[in-house]
């Protein structure tokens, strides 16, 4: 979620804030969400492209 956070703030500040989560917007408040988040990562399987 840190990560995420710092590509997105805006959108990890929501996130967090629709779901309780009390992140004051330091990284260690993302991780801290981030623990309780699930969060699925998707590719595309080989031999396909994403558009």
């Given amino acids: ?10 959108a ?3 996130l967090c804030a629709f779901m309780g ?14 623990l309780q988040i699930p969060f699925v990562r998707l590719d595309a399987a080989p031999g396909w492209r994403s558009r």
Avoid at 22 to 28: F, N
Wanted: no cysteine; hydrophobic share 35%; glycine share 12%.
């Fill in 12 to 14: 990890a500040r929501r």
């Fill in 21 to 34: 989560f009390d992140a004051d917007g330091t990284a260690g408040s993302y991780r801290r969400a981030g």
């Fill in 1 to 10: 979620m840190a990560r995420y956070a710092s590509a997105h703030p805006r």
